[in-house]
C-alpha cells in the first residue's frame, strides 16, 4: 500500500468512521443543515444548538464512506464548547490543508485541535474524496449562516 | 489463434506507461490499443480534411476513410444497408436522438415506452425529459429475485398502448444479460418497435441487428476500444426514412433558402456540422483490431473470466456478489460487509487495482436493490486470471485494514 493511502486509513479515522462519536439527531436543535455530495451520494445532517456565539451541543447524522463521516465526527468533537469564531478558524485552517491552500496560523490554544484534523488531510492526494472530508464543515457553515433549520449544501 | 490476454496487453501502451496497473474499469471506459491510437495520428498526420464538400483530392481521400468507416460499423453489425448506420457522439446521444426526432414526431400522449429496471441513466433520462413535453407513460419492467429481468413480466406490461420497448442488452451496473431477441419478437407481436442499448454487450459478443430484428441499436466508440467522443446508431432504413432531423446546421441539408430548408437523406440527415471524422475512423480500426482476435473468442474469455471472478469473489467471506440474474458477463458488482464502495475503491487504488463505485449511472436499479452504491469489476481482453486474483487480494487487504474480517 501506498504511504498516503496508510496515512489516510489511520486507527483514528477508521475508529470515528466505523463508530461516530455524536451520533444522533438533537432534540431542539437551534440550527440544522443537510449536506449532500452527489458525486458519490455521501450525506450528513448537522445538529447545533448555539448559545449566542457558543457551540452548546452539536451532532450528526449522516451516511458515506470512512471519511466523510469520521471527519464529521471528529469535527463535533472539535467544535463542541468552541465559539463560531474558534469554529470558523479550524475550517479554514483545516480547508486550506486538504485543498492545498495557503496555510493559515491558528491561535496556540486551537493547535491541538487542528491536529487532531492532521489525519484526515491525508485526502488532498485524492481530489474526488476533498469534497467528502470537508462535507460536515460545509453543512455546519451552511447551518450557521441559514440561522435556522433545514438549510442544505451540496459538494460537488 | 488461441487467447493470450498477456500478449494481448502489449498491444495497450496504457499498461507499459502504468506498470502493475490492473485495469478492471473496461465498462466505464476500455483502454486503446496502439492500432487505433496511431491510427488516428496518422490520418490526422497524412489524409486529413474535412469531408463531403471537399472538390480537391485530400477531402475526397477524408471523406472516403470517414464512409468506409461507416462500411465497417455496417458489417460489424450485420446491418442490411449502409444508411442504416449514424455517427453519434456516444450511445447516450444515440437515444437521445430517438427520443427527440422519432418519439418526437410518433409518440402521442396515452401511449407508453416500456423501460426496465436494469436501465443506465441514458436510457432513462432522455424518454423522461419527452414525457413530460408530450405526456405519454413511461413503464419499467422489473428484475426478479435474482437480479435478473423477469422476463413473464416484461411480456405481460407490452400492451397495445406500448409503442417502444428500450432496453439494455446487458446490464452496466450489475452484468446483467437481457435476452433482447426474444424481447424484440415479443415488442414487435404487439405492434411495438425496440431500441437495444448495446454499450456493455457490443464489446463482449457478436451483435447481428438481422438477426436480433431490433429497430434501433446504439454503442459507443470508447467502450469498445475506440476513442472517446464516437459511437453509433443503427436504425432500421424504413424507420429511419421517416424520422425528422435531430439537429440542424451544415451538411445535413439539401437547399437552404430562408423560407423553407430540403433535408438530405438518412444518414446524413441525421448528422449536422462536422462530424467526429477521426473518431469514426478511429472507430473502424478499433472494430478491425476486436474482429481480428474474433468475437467468439472475446465472448469465450469473458465467459470464462466471469465464471472465475464469480468463483473467487464468491469465496471471499464478507463480500456479496449483486445480483445480476442466471446470465452475467464481463462484469461483477459486489458489496464488501462494513465498508463502503468508495473506501473499497479508494483502498484498491493503492494496491493499482483500478475499479469503480458508486451508482453506476443506475441509481434506479441500485434502489431496487436496497443498496446506494456498489464495487465494480468489469473485464477486457487485457484482464486475465491474474487480474482477479489481485483484485481480490486487494478486497481482503482492505477488509483487514477496516478489520471487518481478520483471517
Known amino acids: 500500500m501506498t504511504m498516503d493511502l496508510r496515512d489516510l486509513y489511520q486507527d483514528i479515522i477508521l475508529d470515528h468512521g466505523q463508530h461516530p462519536r455524536n451520533f444522533h439527531a438533537l432534540a431542539h436543535p437551534s440550527h440544522s443543515a443537510n449536506g449532500h455530495n452527489p458525486l458519490c451520494g455521501d450525506r450528513v445532517t448537522i445538529y447545533l444548538d448555539l448559545d449566542g456565539d457558543k457551540i452548546k451541543d452539536v451532532s450528526f447524522v449522516g451516511r458515506g464512506y470512512a471519511i466523510s463521516q469520521a471527519s464529521a465526527s471528529l469535527m463535533t468533537e472539535i467544535v463542541k464548547g468552541k465559539t463560531l469564531a474558534e469554529a470558523d478558524a479550524l475550517f479554514k485552517s483545516f480547508h486550506a490543508k486538504v485543498t492545498g491552500g495557503e496555510e493559515i496560523s491558528l491561535p496556540s490554544e486551537l493547535e491541538d485541535d487542528a491536529e487532531r484534523l492532521e489525519p484526515l488531510t491525508g485526502v488532498k492526494t485524492y481530489p474526488a474524496r476533498v469534497k467528502c472530508a470537508t462535507l460536515a464543515w460545509h453543512a455546519f457553515e451552511a447551518a450557521v449562516k441559514s440561522g435556522a433549520l433545514g438549510a442544505t449544501v451540496k459538494t460537488e | ?407
Open chain 2, 1 to 407: 489463434m488461441s487467447f493470450d490476454p498477456q500478449a494481448l496487453r502489449r498491444d495497450f501502451p496504457i499498461f507499459a506507461n502504468n506498470p502493475g496497473l490492473v485495469y478492471l474499469d473496461s465498462a466505464a471506459s476500455a483502454q486503446k490499443p496502439a492500432a487505433v491510437i496511431d491510427g488516428v495520428s496518422n490520418f490526422y498526420r497524412t489524409d486529413y480534411a474535412n469531408i463531403h464538400r471537399g472538390v480537391y483530392r485530400l477531402s475526397a481521400k477524408s471523406t472516403e476513410l470517414y464512409e468506409n468507416a461507416r462500411e465497417r460499423v455496417r458489417k460489424f453489425l450485420n446491418a442490411k444497408h449502409f444508411g442504416e448506420i449514424v455517427f453519434v457522439r456516444g450511445a447516450t446521444e444515440g437515444i437521445n436522438l430517438v427520443a427527440y426526432s422519432w418519439g418526437g414526431a410518433f409518440l402521442k400522449p396515452g401511449d407508453e415506452v416500456l423501460l426496465t429496471e436494469l436501465e443506465h441513466h441514458a436510457n432513462i433520462v432522455p424518454w423522461q425529459i419527452l414525457r413530460d413535453r408530450i405526456g405519454f407513460k413511461i413503464v419499467a419492467a422489473p428484475i426478479d429475485a435474482t437480479g435478473g429481468l423477469d422476463l413473464a413480466k416484461l411480456e405481460a406490461l407490452i400492451s397495445p398502448r406500448t409503442k417502444l420497448v428500450a432496453v439494455t442488452q446487458l446490464a452496466n451496473a450489475t452484468g446483467a444479460m437481457v435476452p433482447v431477441e426474444t424481447i424484440a419478437r415479443l415488442a414487435h407481436a404487439k405492434g411495438a418497435k425496440i431500441l437495444v442499448d448495446g454499450c456493455q454487450a457490443a464489446p463482449r459478443l457478436a451483435v447481428d441487428v438481422q438477426a436480433l430484428d431490433c429497430d434501433f441499436y446504439v454503442f459507443s466508440g470508447h467502450k469498445i476500444y475506440g476513442p472517446t467522443g464516437i459511437g453509433v446508431l443503427y436504425a432500421k432504413k424504413a424507420i429511419l426514412d421517416a424520422m425528422p432531423p435531430f439537429q440542424g446546421g451544415g451538411d445535413m441539408i439539401l437547399n437552404v433558402t430562408f423560407e423553407k430548408t430540403e433535408f438530405q437523406e438518412p444518414p446524413v440527415r441525421f448528422e449536422a456540422g462536422t462530424p467526429d471524422i477521426s473518431g469514426a475512423i478511429g472507430l473502424a480500426m478499433a472494430l478491425d483490431y476486436v474482429d481480428a482476435i474474433g468475437r467468439d473468442a472475446i465472448l469465450a474469455h469473458e465467459e470464462a473470466l466471469t465464471g472465475y471472478g464469480v468463483d473467487i469473489v464468491s469465496r471471499l467471506p464478507g463480500v456479496r456478489l449483486v445480483g445480476a440474474g442466471q446470465h452475467r458477463l464481463g462484469i461483477l458488482s459486489l458489496e464488501v460487509e462494513g465498508i463502503h464502495p468508495h473506501d473499497v475503491a479508494t483502498l484498491l487504488d493503492g494496491h493499482k487495482v483500478a475499479v469503480r463505485a458508486g451508482h453506476h449511472c443506475a441509481q434506479p436499479l441500485l434502489d431496487k436493490l436496497g443498496l446506494g452504491a456498489t464495487t465494480r469489476a468489469s473485464f477486457g481482453v487485457y484482464n486475465d486470471e491474474r487480474d482477479i486474483d489481485a483484485f481480490a487480494a486487494a478486497v481482503k487487504a482492505a477488509q483487514r485494514t477496516f478489520k471487518t474480517v481478520t483471517r
